[in-house]
């Protein structure tokens, strides 16, 4: 599974209140219309700037606070194509997952707003194109990959009825 995108670059703590603001509270029912807001308390032009394929890149802990699962929704939602992210609030790690938003734990500091990426999911490398750097992470699971390319687990369990891993 191979990504391109654009990155996004925003720093440590990233909460899921930067994600979806707690004051646009009564979207959380229409989620398409909160994905239009998505990361605007971190960059308010966010939003309107980035392009479907794109990649938010965070520092540590990306994702903390509630367990709500509308913040990644609305990552994805708003066309997103992966996270990465040198650390992930854990609760906020499986929701992405849950949801079909690739979450990568990896070393961001060599990678800048702007800078075109391309991610391979299952070798565990970014390429850094904009500077020609290559970047390692640990691959995903070969059962969170197969959740990830069937659309999130709710997609995945309605395609092969149970978990399947093999």
Same mark, same amino acid.
């Given at each position: 599974?191979?990504?391109?995108?654009k990155a996004?670059?925003f720093?440590?703590d990233?909460?899921?209140?930067?994600i979806?603001?707690g @004051?646009?509270?009564h979207?959380?029912?229409?989620?398409p219309?909160l994905?239009?807001?998505v990361l605007?308390d971190?960059?308010?032009?966010?939003?309107?700037s980035?392009?479907?394929?794109?990649?938010?890149?965070?520092? @540590?802990?990306?994702?903390?606070?509630?367990? @709500?699962?509308?913040?990644p929704r609305i990552? @994805?939602?708003?066309?997103?194509?992966?996270?990465l992210?040198k650390s992930?609030?854990?609760?906020?790690?499986r929701?992405?997952?849950?949801?079909?938003?690739?979450?990568l734990?990896?070393?961001?500091?060599?990678?800048d707003t702007?800078?075109e990426?391309?991610v391979?999911?299952?070798?565990?490398?970014?390429m850094?194109k904009?500077?020609?750097?290559?970047?390692?992470?640990?691959?995903?699971p070969p059962?969170m990959?197969?959740?990830?390319a069937?659309?999130?687990?709710?997609?995945?369990f309605?395609k092969?009825?149970?978990?399947?891993v093999?």
């Amino acid at each position: 599974m191979s990504l391109k995108g654009k990155a996004w670059k925003f720093g440590d703590d990233i909460s899921t209140d930067h994600i979806a603001p707690g @004051r646009l509270f009564h979207l959380r029912t229409n989620l398409p219309e909160l994905a239009k807001h998505v990361l605007e308390d971190a960059d308010p032009e966010f939003a309107a700037s980035m392009s479907p394929g794109d990649f938010v890149v965070g520092g @540590r802990n990306f994702g903390l606070g509630s367990s @709500r699962e509308h913040a990644p929704r609305i990552i @994805r939602l708003a066309g997103i194509s992966a996270i990465l992210a040198k650390s992930f609030a854990r609760i906020f790690f499986r929701n992405a997952i849950n949801v079909g938003l690739p979450i990568l734990v990896c070393d961001t500091d060599k990678i800048d707003t702007g800078d075109e990426l391309e991610v391979d999911l299952s070798a565990g490398e970014v390429m850094n194109k904009t500077k020609n750097i290559k970047l390692q992470f640990a691959p995903l699971p070969p059962a969170m990959v197969k959740i990830l390319a069937d659309g999130g687990l709710v997609e995945h369990f309605k395609k092969h009825g149970r978990l399947a891993v093999e």
